[in-house]
Each structure stands twice: as structure tokens, then as C-alpha cells.
């Protein structure tokens, strides 16, 4: 962070922002405010420029069509590239957390190149489609609660060596590969399958970010109740439905 001042970036809204996707930057800029940190919020459309100084980088999931013209777009554009080799955080969801890997299957049936800021391949999946409430344990180095999220994805997301999974499913399918995967992470690169939206759901996951990127190892607490009754709804119907 510079300047004393927070600086989220959500990306390409026009086209990646489905299943409440936005509510991830909302969750983001308000538990930040509630610390009392000065933020300022750029929502980057996709026929504007990727700034390269922002601090937290937030991306939604989209339809197959949209998720290949993002791509294209992020790859001429260069600026999420060179902001993660400037040391920002980024979290994305669903099509965005496959536009972070090396290649996906895009709307012609083609393999799309991704950006590489995740070592993941991700393929078209030839089973039913993964649907649902999910109820994941998050990776313990992380220190975070369950994982609660909606999923709603076509894709498989492979692993590579140097991607960890960022949680692995009680309930769900994740990352649709059978080995009870969802996501993947590295140092300040983060992607999941999780709609809900998975900040709301998830708020700790949001102070996750806000920590990394103020390089801090702890927050002031803030008031939880609103965010502990929504996750225990969704806990509870999941584990009804499963």
C-alpha cells in the first residue's frame, strides 16, 4: 500500500460480474472503511487501461463469451501482469479465476491463454455440471473458517506444482477434478469457484486480503453479527441439501 491510502480495483465489471460477483469489492471497501483506512475504489471497464499502483485487485465470473473477450483484453493490456510484479493482491472468481491460469477452453472451443499468474489449466468438463452450495475446508496455513459459496461452472481446474489449493470440498465439487480441490493460491494470487457473493459469506476472507496488502498480521475487530448470521444460514442449508 502507498500513500496511506487503500486502493481496490475491480475489474472489468461490463463483462465479468455474475451471481453478485460485485459484492466481493463492496464487502472489501467497507470492512476497510470500518478500520478506518482511507480507500478509493476504481471500477475499470473493459475499454479502459489496467492500472499498475493499485493495491487489491478484485475480478468476477462471466458467461464463455465474455470471459474470452476479458481475456484478450488483459493479455494486450499488461496491467494485472505488472501490478502482481509490483506486489498487489488479486481475488478472482469462476471464469476470472480460470483467466488467471495458463489456458482455458473458451465460447469456440479453442484453448485460450490465460494470463500464467496461476500455475492452473482449465478444461470443459464432461459430467453434469457443477451446481450448488458448497461447504469447504479453506488451506490451514491460511487460518481461515469454512468456506461457504455457491458453485455454477462447467470448467475442471488442474493444479500445477506451484498453485496449492485454496480449499478442499466437504460438500460440493470445487474444482470438478475429483480430488476434492476448490480454488488455488499462491503468495498474493488467489482464485475460486465461490460465488455467493464468497466475501459476504466469507468476510474473514476479505480481511485476508486487507491484511496481506497493509502487511499486517492482525485487524481491529468489526461488528460481525449481519456476516455470522448469513454464514450460518448458508452452512445450515447446505448441509440440509447434501
Not at 3 to 28: I, M
Not at 217 to 224: F, S, T
Request: charged residues 25%; glycine residues 12%; negative net charge.
Amino acid at each position: 500500500m502507498s500513500d496511506n491510502q487503500l486502493r481496490l480495483v475491480w475489474v472489468y465489471p461490463d463483462l465479468l460480474s455474475t451471481y453478485g460477483d460485485q459484492g466481493n469489492v463492496l464487502v472489501v471497501e467497507r470492512r476497510a472503511r470500518q478500520r478506518g483506512l482511507d480507500v478509493a475504489r476504481l471500477d475499470v471497464r473493459s475499454d479502459q487501461p489496467i492500472p499498475t499502483s493499485g493495491d487489491i485487485y478484485l475480478i468476477g465470473g462471466g458467461e464463455d463469451r465474455p470471459q474470452r473477450l476479458a481475456a484478450e483484453r488483459l493479455r494486450r493490456d499488461g496491467g494485472l501482469v505488472k501490478a502482481v510484479e509490483n506486489g498487489a493482491i488479486v481475488f478472482a472468481v469462476c471464469a476470472g479465476y480460470q483467466i488467471l491460469g495458463h489456458e482455458f477452453i473458451n465460447d469456440l472451443g479453442q484453448r485460450e491463454p490465460g494470463l500464467g499468474l496461476l500455475d492452473v489449466v482449465s478444461v470443459r468438463g464432461e459430467g453434469e455440471r457443477c451446481v450448488g452450495d458448497v461447504l469447504a475446508d479453506i488451506d490451514p496455513q491460511l487460518n481461515l473458517p469454512t468456506l461457504t459459496g455457491f458453485e455454477n461452472h462447467q470448467g475442471v481446474t488442474h493444479l500445477g506444482p506451484t498453485a496449492r489449493p485454496f480449499a478442499r470440498v466437504r460438500i460440493g465439487k470445487g474444482n470438478g477434478t475429483g480430488d476434492g480441490t476448490e480454488g488455488a493460491y499462491n503468495d498474493t494470487v488467489f482464485g475460486t469457484y465461490m460465488h455467493g457473493p464468497v466475501m459476504a459469506r466469507n468476510p474473514l476472507i476479505a480481511d485476508l486480503l486487507l491484511k496481506l496488502a497493509l502487511d499486517v498480521n492482525a485487524l481491529p475487530p468489526v461488528d460481525e453479527r449481519w456476516y455470522e448470521a448469513l454464514r450460518n444460514e448458508r452452512i445450515a442449508a447446505a448441509q440440509q441439501s447434501a
